[in-house]
């Protein structure tokens, strides 16, 4: 069961710029770090961005991360047919002690 | 390179008892804590249990609390999820994941490739 709320479907045209947001409450994002993670078709998720907005090593700075309060939001700028894939945030939940996933968005490249 | 393969996964009658497994290599698995997430079939992303790298701190899901057991054997670098009384709605893919520090919380920085648990009679 998913706490954090997700837009299902977000699209946009090459080069163009899509912003996924992430809402939760104060228990996960408002006083933890904010994850978010890559699922390719077929494939197991990827991390994208770590500790609301650090790009681990190899990934490209087309993605960004922020974070304000209990929301959270991921851009992807100069959209490419390879970002075609589902995305999640994710943070740790004080209250439950344990990790959270965001409801998932499918990113279109149209 | 981090590499992590889960094995163990198959079809199993609800009731029964499954136990995932995850060989760990790349990395001083001693000093990270682990992760299992699962994902139903064309579902979303579901933290099952995580386990501090000195096994002093085990956090389970409510949905698995009490059924599942997650444990690790440092000599096999090694991680374990034992599954009894399982349901159907455990169906599956189960995802072995490490976390990038030894405590918890640490962001879940690597995944293996995952092993498919079906619960059906």
């Known amino acids: 069961q998913s706490v954090l709320t997700q837009p299902p479907s977000a699209s946009g045209t090459p080069g163009q710029r899509v912003t996924i947001s992430c809402s939760g409450s104060s228990s996960n994002i408002g006083s933890n770090y904010v994850y978010w993670y890559q699922q390719l078709p077929g494939a197991a998720p990827k991390l994208l961005i770590y500790n609301n907005n650090q790009r681990p090593s190899g990934v490209p700075d087309r993605f960004s991360g922020s974070k304000s309060g209990t929301s959270a939001s991921l851009a992807i700028s100069g959209l490419r047919s390879e970002d075609e894939a589902d995305y999640y945030c994710?943070?740790?939940?004080?209250?439950?002690?344990?990790?959270?996933f965001g409801t998932g968005t499918k990113v279109t490249v149209l | 390179e981090v590499l992590l393969v889960e094995s163990g996964g198959g079809l199993v009658k609800p009731g029964g008892s499954l136990r995932l497994s995850c060989a760990a290599s790349g990395f001083r698995f001693t000093t990270y804590s682990m992760n299992w997430v699962r994902q139903a079939p064309g579902k979303g992303l579901e933290w099952v249990s995580s386990i501090s790298s000195s096994s002093d701190y085990i956090y389970y899901a409510d949905s698995v609390k009490g059924r599942f057991t997650i444990s690790r054997d440092s000599a096999k670098n090694s991680l374990f999820l034992q599954m009894n009384s399982l349901r159907a709605e455990d169906t599956a893919v189960y995802y072995c994941?490490?976390?990038?520090?030894?405590?918890?919380?640490?962001?879940?920085?690597?995944w293996g490739q995952g092993t498919l648990v079906t619960v059906s009679s």
């Open positions: 994941a490490r976390s990038s520090a030894g405590e918890l919380p640490s962001v879940v920085d690597y």
């Open positions: 994710a943070a740790w939940d004080g209250s439950m002690s344990g990790y959270v």
